[in-house]
């Protein structure tokens, strides 16, 4: 494919970055036709962590949990050219607006570099204010996952991430989901370092959400509140291996 894009004018290229672009907002994976680091961040961490998305005129935060936990979401992809671990701009960061930041790190490439959610105070602290534009930089540095109060989210994220590739939301993935086979939990252990042993409780293969009771229940209404834009219910049960099942 690199080869072939070497061969292209200016003017195709430019032609095909914007039809990538309008794909992934046919798809729902970009909210706008924007660089797509901050909407794909944003997507994968509300997906891995079943938050509620907020709607796009919300300032402040970007998603909230189940316990009313306000998350401001960011992204950051480092390239050749620039291995700036600087997030976008906090504004008005002493009010305390969001509980916690969701911080992720895509390689040049794409591919997953690391997630993680810092509490407030820690943002606060480590974060500098530039009066010139009267704004708060914080950089998701290595030492950032090892400090206490920080969660690591990487494998909850990849996971997430890989199961893009597996969304029906639309009539133009219908041939996607005539190819769909397989234990989904099955193939978030081949993604991630993510494992569901016999005797543990049940967990989602998409997210971090831990079954309460015996075995799987609750996992229908679960799912259909949170995945059922990834694969329909009767057919992420259908291809349930008896392993996973437990």
Known sequence: MLSELRTQRVTELLRSYAEIIQELTKREIC??????????????????????????????YDAVDAAGKR?????????????????????DCESAHFDYLAGVLFNED???????LVPFNIVLDRSTYRKHTNAHIFELKDELWHM???????????SAFAAL?????SASNSKLAATLSGCLWCETEKQSSRRLELGE???????????????????????????E????????????????RG
């Not at 998350?71 to 504004?91: D, P, Q, V, W």
């Not at 794409?110 to 993680?116: N, P, T, V």
């Open 110 to 116: 794409f591919s997953l570099r690391g997630a993680c």
């Open 201 to 227: 409780r049940r967990e989602c293969p998409l997210c971090v959400h831990v079954f309460k009771g015996h075995g799987w229940d609750g996992v229908d209404a679960h799912w259909r509140s949170k995945h």
């Open 148 to 158: 206490t109060g920080v969660v690591d989210v990487t494998c909850q994220v990849a």
């Open 31 to 60: 909210r706008s036709t924007n660089n797509p680091v901050a909407d794909i961040a944003e997507l994968i961490v509300v997906r891995a962590l079943g938050l509620t998305q907020a709607k796009r005129s919300m300032k402040g």
């Open 71 to 91: 998350y401001e979401i960011k992204g950051r992809r480092i390239t050749a050219h620039n291995g700036s671990r600087m997030l976008s701009a906090i504004r």
């Open 165 to 169: 590739d597996l969304a029906i939301e």
């Open 229 to 244: 834009y990834y694969l329909p219910y009767e057919d992420f049960w259908k291809r349930l291996c008896r392993r996973h």
